[in-house]
Structures are given as structure tokens and as C-alpha cells.
């Protein structure tokens, strides 16, 4: 480690990552993953009741983008 940065608040160890501060690193993805589940469950809800397509075809829907994603860095060698 570089001497100018040995004494640096940021580069010394703060002890034992207990529940609270994995709850506390956790808690900023809830922001990001949990809104992707609820707007992909009010889709999955429209599209079985106003669109008349079964959970399996809704969820086909929803999960095909990820899919061709995911062929498609297969196929780039990703």
C-alpha cells in the first residue's frame, strides 16, 4: 500500500462486518431489484387479467428479454 494513503480514514480496517452493516450494504438494492419485481408483478397482473394470457405466457413475456440477453453473450463469448 502507498505510505501517503497508509494513514487514510478510507484504508484502515473498521472490524467485523456484523448484521447491522450487512443489513445496511443490502438495503441500497432493495431501491433497484425490488422496484424491477413490482412493476414485473403488476405486468404479470395485467397480462392475465385485461389481456387474458395465462401466468405461464405473462411470464414468457416478461422473461424473454432476459433470455435473448443472455443468448446473446453466449453467442459474443461473454
Known amino acids: 500500500m502507498d505510505e501517503k494513503y497508509r494513514n487514510s480514514r478510507i484504508y484502515t ?3 467485523r462486518i456484523g448484521l447491522g452493516r450487512a443489513i445496511g450494504f ?21 397480462y392475465t387479467t385485461y389481456a387474458g394470457l395465462s401466468a405461464t405466457q405473462g411470464a414468457s413475456i416478461l422473461r424473454s428479454p432476459s433470455w435473448l440477453t443472455q443468448l446473446r453473450a453466449w453467442s459474443w463469448g461473454m
Open 13 to 15: 480496517p473498521r472490524g
Open 26 to 46: 443490502g438495503v441500497t438494492d432493495l431501491m433497484g431489484g425490488g422496484a424491477v419485481a413490482i412493476v414485473g408483478a403488476w405486468l404479470l397482473f395485467f
